[in-house]
Structures are given as C-alpha cells and as structure tokens.
Nanobody, 126 residues
Framework: QVQLVESGGGLVQAGGSLRLSCAASGGTFGAYAMGWFRQADGKEREFVTAISWNGGNIYYADSVKGRFTISRDNAKNTVYLQMNSLKPEDTAVYYC???????????????????WGQGTQVTVSS
C-alpha cells in the first residue's frame, strides 16, 4: 500500500512563494507518475501538474504555467511543487497523487490516479 504525505502548505501573501513536498512510502515510487491536484472550497478537485516516472514529461494546467514547477527526487521518494507568484485564486487544499499506469505520459485526469495524500492547505491572502 502506497502512502503519500504532503507538507509545506501555509498562509502566504499574494506574490509570495511556497514549496510543497510529498513523501511516498510503501511502494515503488520511482515507477509511478506523480501529480498535484487542488480543491478550493465548493469546487471540484482540479489538475495542477504532473510528472512522469523519470521526470522526462511534465504537464501544467494553464492557470499555473510559468509560476509553478514540479520536480521529483526518486532517491528520496519525494515529489515537490514550487509555487511562485501566488495569487488568491491559488487558495486550495493541494493533494499529491500517484499513478501506476500512465507512467511515461502522465494523466491530467483525477480518476487515473491510484493513491492520494491527505492534502495540505495553501491560503494566499490579497
């Protein structure tokens, strides 16, 4: 059973930065594609970014392109989300997720992900 634990969320002013981490255990982290999703109050969980098993393919939602950067360290079983130039509309609970099937061309679809973390709150004040 794969366990994912996010950390690094918090309160930040607009224009600021945060770095989220997601530590994996109990599986073969280096074989999975990893994704970050977010869910704001009253809204559906939406795709933010995803990275293939070896980091060779990375995709971003248009809303975060140029501001967010996903990366992974397979030796540390960890995926990161560097968030810069944060906006109030980035406020949400951020979830990391692991996909065991679409590992080379990571999916943007929530239901394609097999394992999820508990989420970490990011709040951006204006």
């Amino acid at each position: 059973q794969v366990q994912l634990v996010e950390s690094g969320g918090g309160l930040v002013q607009a224009g600021g930065s945060l770095r989220l981490s997601c530590a994996a255990s109990g599986g073969t982290f280096g074989a999975y594609a990893m994704g970050w999703f977010r869910q704001a109050d009253g809204k559906e969980r939406e795709f933010v970014t995803a990275i293939s098993w070896n980091g060779g393919n990375i995709y971003y939602a248009d809303s975060v392109k140029g501001r967010f950067t996903i990366s992974r360290d397979n030796a540390k079983n960890t995926v990161y989300l560097q968030m810069n130039s944060l906006k109030p509309e980035d406020t949400a609970v951020y979830y990391c997720a692991a996909c065991v099937t679409f590992t080379s061309t990571p999916s943007r679809i929530r239901n394609d992900y097999n394992y999820w973390g508990q989420g970490t709150q990011v709040t951006v004040s204006s």
